[in-house]
Structure formats: C-alpha cells, structure tokens
C-alpha cells in the first residue's frame, strides 16, 4: 500500500520516498494532516507521540494512507483531536530548538517503527 | 492446595496442576553504604562499589560507571533519571534476575523473592539531550516524587563512543537491571522482616470460588513506539505483541521492564512495574468485593491500524474470560489517549464495565479542559495528577548525573531557571510524579 509521508524533518526528506516535505512548525504539519485527511486521505500514524517530551519537538512526521473517495471520519476526529490537544500545550511551552537534532533522530526512528509496525494493506 | 509435589518445589492443586503461589519477603532497608562487600546487616544495606563497577564494566559497551548514595533528606538531586529498580533475589522457584533480560528464561511468579524493600537503584545517563526526568531527595521536590523516599543507589552510565541511539539505550537499561540483581543478592540469606504471599487459583477455580462476585480484568497499556518508548515482557519488545495475558503474580516478580525514558511523570518505571499499585489494590480485594482474573498487557502502538487491533483483541480476551469489568491504566501522554478511549467505548458496548486510569494536562492553573479526546462511555476516569502544575525547585548541594540537564526541565519558558539557581518546572519533569498506576503522591479532594 502506498503511503504517503508528512514531515518538516529534513532528515525524513532525505531518507524517504513519498515524502511531502513542509518548511514550517509541527502545527503546520498537523494543519496540512487534517487538510489532506478532509481531502480522503486517511491515518496510518497518530499526529501526535506517546509523551509529553515529545509534542515539544520541533519535528513532527506523520504517515497517511492514499487518497480513497471517501473522508474516513475516524481519522478526521482523531486529527481534530490532536491539533486541540497540541494547541493546548504549546499555549504554555515552546518549542524545543535547542535539542532539534536529537529529536531528529527520534523522529526518525520513532517513524521506521510506525512503518515496521504497519503490515497490512487494509 | 494439596501441598508440594516430592521432587520440586512447585505447589499442586488437586488436579494436579501447578499453580502460582509467590511468596515476597521484605527486608527493610534502612540506609546504603558503600564499601568492599555486599550485605545487609541489622537493615544496613553495603555495596561493594568496585565490585559492581567491575560487574557492569565486563559489558565492553560501557566506558565509565559512577556509584553513588541518595538518602532521603538530603539536599541531592539526581537527573537526568532512566530508570528505577527494585533491588532484588530469587530465593526458591524461577531464576535471579530479570527472564530474558539478564537471566535465562524462567517463569516469574512463582517461588520466594525477598526484596531490599526501601532501596531502589536508580539508573542515570544521558541517551538523548532532551531527556529530562528528576529526583529531588528533600524538599519541594520530594513531595511529587515517591522516589524521593526510598535510598537510593544511583548508577551513572557513560558508554563508549559510536554506539547507536538503540544500543546505548539497550546498554543503560541492561545496566540499570544488572546492577539491581548485583545489589539484591545481599538479601538472599536473610529472614525478611514481613512477608507478602500472592496465590491464585485457575480463572475457572477461582470463579467456582467465588460465583457471585464480579469478575474484574487489569489492562495494563504499555508505551510500546520506539526508542526511548519501549516496554519488555520477559525480554520481548512488546511493540511486537497481540495483547498478552498475564497470571497476577508475574509483573510483580520482574516479568515487565521498562524501557522507555521521556515520559518522566507518567512512565512505569521497573520499580513500579515490581510494585504494580493496580495489581496489588486488586489483589487485596480479590475474593473480597471482586473476582481479579488477571492481567491483559496492552501495547500502545503508534498507527490507527494497531491501535484498533490491541484494542478489539482486549475486548475479546476480556469477553472469553467472562469479564464483567475492566481497569484500564494508560501510560504515557498523547497518541496513548485514543488507544485508553477505544478500549473504554469497545468495552462499554459489550457490556463490560470500566474504569480508567490516566493523568491529565489541566494547565498552570489546573482549570483548562484536561482532556482532549473525551468519550460519553467513559464514566469512571480517575486521574493520577495535572502534568502542567509548575512546581518550585530550590537548588541542589549535590547533583549526581549530569548538571546541565536541568536546563533541559526549564527548557521552553522563560524566567523557569532563576539567577540563584532556582528552578520552576513542570510536573512533567518529575519522575513518578502522575503515575497511571496510582504509584506516587498525588491524591484527589473532594471540595
């Protein structure tokens, strides 16, 4: 199944196909996800990681399935969702530059074990 | 219980089958010395220092170990944290250690354990720049940290150069879990000071048991995503798992280690795994007010497809065991949000009751709306704590790890990192400090 790559990590860029590279923020990564969700793509990865450490990264990866004729609600609640809950907390933090090339890394690796994870076709 | 069969110590019923009987004899621990040998007298416990660097160092991949003592009270900070172990030894049944991990596979759950109970080993370095985690043994700091209540023995980890990010975290952890079996072999020849026995029938004797009380499942989610967000049942990356059902009496006998450091608030550490507060307050009313089946462990994964699959596949474990209700416990903070949901509303449509366990970010002033992803299903929510509420941190005498590090909990805000050294951060930073497991200090008033 083809999948599609949303990142503002350049590091993503240069290691992936299908990659639709954004020069921005992590929330304007999530924009362009909900945006292409609302357009029929639907979710293959979470928006948003597992830990708190994390959603202060300035890097965000998400994988999306092709276009199908159909919006997948699922995947539109879940983006909804996760753009208020970043919101939420980048109304009190910043991002983290001072890491950025660590979170790289992890952003990556954290994006090969999605990939790895996602055996199916469905 | 019919009693020990002639040629091994493994408890019978009267069908002849084996049953899990666990036996943990607690040692109390009274301070940490170090010195040249390892004991424990009159609850004194001494580690022989350099011969645990020795132990550790036959690893090729660490370079340097530093050892060091926490006591509680002290002015000490250490940070940044990766894990936390309990000390311990397997006295009778199974094998010393952690199966799978440092020891060869055996069944946890069974036998006599004694703990160093008070100690924890506390493992320190750095995989990642960004990774945060404290203790702070006195203080303000110490009110949010159950770990600041416990000696600590504190276990620095410096590897050699060129490891890769999933190597070096592999290296710190094993250490961490190695260390806690050199240090809790001092326990094996001393009688403990109060002992806990954990027994339990098959799901179908105990339900004959107790036929008219209901039947209730722990489905413990596990941070399961990745380096630096992985969790290990007898040595298997539970990334790859269908949700694994689990006898009661193994994750608190170190069939569950954590692997995983960025969720400092909220992550199980290894100590936590041993000392699971679910298990143990389920337990206590196992035969009681409930029939405790058992343990689902739920893998958090990071794509929808595996989120949907772990979630139906608990359904359906809950369903063939007769479950009338389930507690759910989260780990972490995030994507985990739409697994503990999907869980709940699947569950509460079968019919099977539920009971959820998370933390929530309510803001500085704790009065935002905590959680995004809300669920009419979900009725029963019990929070471990706000992640957001900003603690106030006096500096430290000592820092053992690495100093630098505490940038890193002021990181993203200014005026947290005062000119005398004080340091505003938030609960997230902390180590245990919201546990979804209910293991910490944080508690709810009703006004």
Known sequence: MKKLIITNNPAVKEKFKNVFFIDGSPQDILTKVRDLVHQGHGLISHPLSASLRMMFSPYRTVVLSTKKEQIDFFSAEIIEDSIIKYKNHMNYRKIDNVHSEDYQVIDILLLEAALNEDTGSW | ?447
């Not at chain 2, 006195?138 to 000696?151: L, V, Y």
């Not at chain 2, 600590?152 to 592999?170: A, F, Y």
């Open chain 2, 1 to 447: 219980m019919e009693g020990l069969s002639e040629n091994k110590l493994v408890w019978r019923n009267k069908w002849g089958v084996d049953i899990l009987k666990l036996e943990i004899g607690r040692i109390y621990i009274k301070d940490i010395q170090l010195g040249n040998e390892t004991t424990v007298k009159n609850g004194i416990l001494t580690v022989d220092k350099e011969g645990l660097i020795t132990k550790l160092k036959e690893d090729e991949r660490i370079k340097d170990v530093k050892i060091d003592v926490a006591r509680p009270g002290e002015k000490v900070r250490i940070i940044p944290v990766k894990d936390v172990i309990e000390p311990r030894v397997k006295v009778s049944g199974g094998v010393n250690g952690f199966p799978g991990v440092t020891a060869k596979q055996a069944q946890c759950g069974d036998g006599v354990t004694h703990v160093l109970y008070g100690a924890a080993v506390v493992t320190v370095g750095d995989i990642v720049g960004f990774q945060e985690g404290v203790i702070d043994m006195w203080g303000e700091g110490a009110r949010w940290t159950p770990f600041s209540k416990t000696f600590n023995l504190t276990v620095d980890i410096n590897v050699v150069e060129g490891l890769t990010p999933h190597v070096h975290e592999e290296t710190v952890r094993v250490a961490g879990l190695r260390a806690a079996e050199f240090v809790g072999t001092a326990g094996k020849d001393i009688k403990p000071d109060e002992v806990l026995a954990y027994e339990m029938g098959s799901i179908f004797e105990e339900s004959a048991k107790y036929p008219n009380l209901p039947k209730v499942i722990y489905a413990e989610m596990m941070i399961t995503q990745g380096l630096l967000h992985d969790t290990y049942i007898y040595g298997v990356n539970a990334q790859n798992i269908l949700p694994a059902l689990l006898h009661v009496n193994e994750e608190l006998d170190g069939a569950v280690v954590s692997g995983n450091c960025v969720a400092a608030c909220d992550k199980i550490t290894t100590y936590q795994h041993q000392n699971n507060s679910v298990i143990n307050d389920l337990y206590a009313q196992h035969g009681k007010e409930i029939n405790f089946l058992g343990c689902i462990m739920v893998p958090e994964h990071t794509t929808l497809g595996g989120k949907l699959r772990a979630s139906e596949y608990t359904l359906k474990l809950a369903k063939m065991l007769g479950a009338d209700a389930v507690v759910i416990s989260e780990e972490g903070y995030g994507n985990p949000d739409s697994d503990l949901l999907m869980i709940c509303k699947k569950c509460e449509k079968a019919g099977i009751k539920t009971v959820l366990i998370t933390d929530e970010c309510a803001g500085r002033d704790g009065m935002s709306q905590p959680l995004a992803d809300t669920a009419q299903e979900a009725v029963a929510v019990v929070s471990g704590g706000n992640v957001s509420h900003v603690v106030t941190l006096p500096p430290a005498d000592k820092v053992i790890g690495n100093p630098e590090a505490i940038a890193v909990l002021a990181g993203g805000w200014k005026g947290a990192l005062l000119e005398d050294g004080t340091l505003m951060c938030e609960l997230n930073a902390v180590i245990g400090s919201t546990s979804e497991i209910g293991f910490h200090n944080v508690t709810c008033r009703l006004y």
